[in-house]
């Protein structure tokens, strides 16, 4: 496991009694770069801070019982309970910097946190009895000496100020953030009290000491519950509050040699310094070093972790022999430990002539379950979807491949090769990954066209077939209006502005809401050197450009041959208003091959975009 600690067991057990092997804590080369000499606060800090409270506390306590005053009172017993939570953090700090030991491989780091906890705990007790003395006053009012609260709250007001500028030099600790609320508190009551002690001695109106006492514990109080949830997250090992831990799993499995991940656990051992563990699925185990540290460099750069521990898990090469057995036991273990996906994304290595490319897909469901291959048009990509296959995941592996070239697929060297045989060669490479002898088939324009050719082909796996909006003949005013936007620039400084002429652009799928627009449309654009531009590689239309009508003619006629030999059932679905599939070719469609049949939503051209409910309830019909 990179990033575990390793040592002889021989030389292990004697020190178990004589003290710390140092051995097992140090960090060898190939670790990540953690390091274990923490910033830590200021001790002297904590000290000159308990000092000063503590000696005031006093004084101000004896004012406060000749004076009379629950303004004055509550001050001196909130620096009385400073003087303990300052002393409280002042231990914690001393803790926490003893060196690990046998019992505490981690060292002491969460004593800050802990003794954050209590403070708060302690606090929120002394807000709940300051409100309560309070409420009583109203129905038995006490005499104050506005004069001497007064003197004292300013005295009290100057010593706070002292005390809180002294703490405040230390930001990073969440322990002496926490004493630091406490004197904040100290300070709030200092004022509180000064306003009470002069209003008292201008008007002699008594409840003013009750009222402002109050106002003070609310004030409080929201700081006291925010370190209060801090250290309890910290304490229960959640995930850092800076850290986004479904971005740091996408930008794992992003990294170049990164099959899959999971077991992915993301917390904090000590204050500021996470860590995490996980389990990496790679092909080939001798290029490890290499990708572990492209991972410790991501991971570093772009979360801050640096304490890293991953366990990395050969699943094999997928054009050899060996491969398919691994598949096999990979899809029986997902099987035993009931895995379900959520649309995270994984990736394929495929080939394309001599060079080598890699292939994203997306899944939801269990893998256990039948395959239903969802594949997207000439300049969409797999989150298409996303939507269709969160409300079929419970009966079907819904599996939603980004065509090379597109979203998170690597883009080709060689531009014409963005062409139907290769992505179906890059299909059949991850369906033997896949490890599946059938899967079923949802293909929309592009996608639909994939799926001939290769339900076409002997031997092919799919068992039945969508095909949404496209067929062997293609008419001439789809291709006109294809060629307006296909690879030509698109660049916005401004997202909704991208938003806005990507939907004009889609405008024939359908009438949507702008949520849907945004769960569809969404995820095709991104940012690059501060522009929002389209996610494909301009470069998928340079074949497509260089069609002329003798080449779409022999196409044409060899979809229509391909489309014949197809011996599955086939649904095909048009848009009602769509330019690319006339319902003349759906009608020849049908007649030329028994096994098809078709249906025509109303009101969408090209192409239905199957996130409506009644589009969804139309697939779950044919493929139940």
Known sequence: MSGSHSSDSKSTLPMMNS???????????????????????NQNLLLIALVLTLGFSGVEGAAAYFANSLALISDAGHMVTDAAALGLALLAQIISRRPPSPRHSFGFGRAEALAAFV???????????????????????????????????????????????????????????????????????????????????????????????????????????????????????????HIDYLQVGTDLRNVPGVLAVHDLHVWEMTPSFPALIGHIEIANMQEWPQIMARINAMLLDKHGIDHVTLQPEEVGDDHDHEHDHVSHEVHNEAQAANVFHDGETFYVDCTSGDEKHRMAYHAWGNPSNSVLMCVHGLTRRGSDFKTL???????????????????????????????????????????????????????????????????????????????????????????????????????????????????????????????????YNGPMLVQKDGKWIMHYDPDISVPFASVNPIMAKAGEMAMWHAFKQIHIPMLIVRGGDSDLLSAATVAQMCKVNPYARSIEIPNVGHAPAFVKQEQIALAKEFFS
């Open 19 to 41: 003290g710390t092997d140092s051995s097992l804590h140090a960090h060898k080369k190939g670790d990540a770069q953690h390091t274990h000499s923490k910033q830590v606060s």
């Open 389 to 519: 296959a969160q409300a079929m995941c419970k009966d079907y592996y819904v599996v939603c491949p980004d065509i090379v070239g597109r979203g998170d697929s690597d883009r080709l060297a060689n531009p014409m090769m963005y062409a139907v045989p290769q992505y179906v060669s890059d299909i059949a490479t991850l369906v033997k990954k896949l490890g599946v002898s059938q899967i079923d088939w949802l293909g929309t324009s592009m996608g639909g066209l994939i799926g001939m050719v290769y339900a076409a082909m002997p031997n092919s796996p799919i068992r039945r077939m969508l095909i949404n909006d496209v067929g062997p003949k293609i008419e001439p005013e789809a291709i006109k209006r294809l060629g307006s936007y296909v690879g030509q620039p698109f660049a916005f400084a401004d997202r909704a502005a991208a938003m806005t002429r990507l939907n004009e652009i889609c405008a024939t799928f359908g009438e949507h809401t702008p949520e849907e627009w945004e769960i």
């Open 119 to 241: 403070n708060s705990i302690v606090m929120l007790a002394l807000v709940v009895w300051i409100v309560y003395e309070a409420i009583t006053r109203f129905y038995d009012p006490h005499k104050v000496d506005g004069l001497t609260v007064t003197v004292v709250a300013a005295i009290g007001l100057v010593m706070n100020l002292v005390v809180a500028w002294v703490l405040s030099r230390d930001k990073k600790s969440v322990n002496t953030r926490a004493a630091l609320v406490h004197v904040m508190g100290d300070l709030l009551g200092s004022i509180a009290a000064l306003i009470a002690g002069v209003v008292i001695q201008l008007t002699g109106w008594m409840p003013i000491d009750a009222i402002l006492s109050i106002l003070v514990s609310l004030l409080i109080l929201k700081s006291t519950i925010s370190i209060l949830k801090e250290s309890y997250h910290f304490l229960m090992e959640g995930v850092p509050l």
